[in-house]
């Protein structure tokens, strides 16, 4: 009994002392995209939703906002609906265990189809610097975090008064890791 105590402690160590060495390594994250398939909303035979995609930030307390090497994109979120994915950082390195956002940066040239008219996609005002994103995600044991967004192109744009089109962005994010 005593020897099995003794094994099953130094199995903990032995995970610990794993865990605790890998912390000082960088890892790498990779950020996808692709679009949820809902189509519970009807926004007058809307079937093409193009957003220019800039830059990906993520938000460490230890480090601030950091900057990931980004894919610039124009994807349509229409074709990314289900399966389809799209890169937008690919294996990056990065030496924070603790991250707690993740901010889109888009671009200018974002646009809908609505029938067979290209419109603009407008940002609202507090969303010109990024489109923030909680997270909350740890890395600590892991050598590649892969994040996946999921934005709903049906529920993000809404239709003003005036006859504009604005995007209030609903993403859902899902972390996965490989150890």
């Not at 865990?19 to 390594?25: A, I, L, P, V």
């Not at 990779?30 to 079937?47: A, C, F, H, I, Q």
């Not at 229409?78 to 671009?107: C, M, R, T």
Request: glycine residues 4%.
């Amino acid at each position: 009994m005593r020897q099995a105590s003794y094994c099953i402690f130094l199995l903990i160590l032995l995970c610990l002392t794993a865990c605790e060495q890998e912390t000082n390594t960088t890892k790498t994250i990779t950020v996808k995209m692709n679009g949820l398939n809902s189509r519970e909303k009807d926004l007058n035979l809307l079937n093409h939703v193009f957003l220019e995609i800039r830059e990906v930030e993520v938000y460490s307390d230890d480090a601030g906002w950091i900057s990931l090497p980004t894919q610039i994109c124009l994807p349509d979120l229409f074709y990314l609906e289900g399966s389809p994915v799209k890169i937008l950082v690919d294996n990056a390195a990065i030496s924070v265990d603790h991250l707690s956002e993740l901010k889109l940066v888009l671009g200018t040239h974002n646009a809908i189809m609505v029938g067979d008219s290209l419109l603009p996609l407008g940002i609202s005002d507090e969303q010109q610097s990024g489109f923030r994103i909680k997270i909350d995600v740890y890395q600590e044991c892991y050598h590649e975090m892969i994040i996946v967004l999921r934005l709903d192109p049906h529920h993000s744009i809404v239709e003003q008064i005036d006859g504009t089109y604005v995007l209030k962005p609903l993403i859902l994010a899902e972390a996965n890791y490989v150890f």
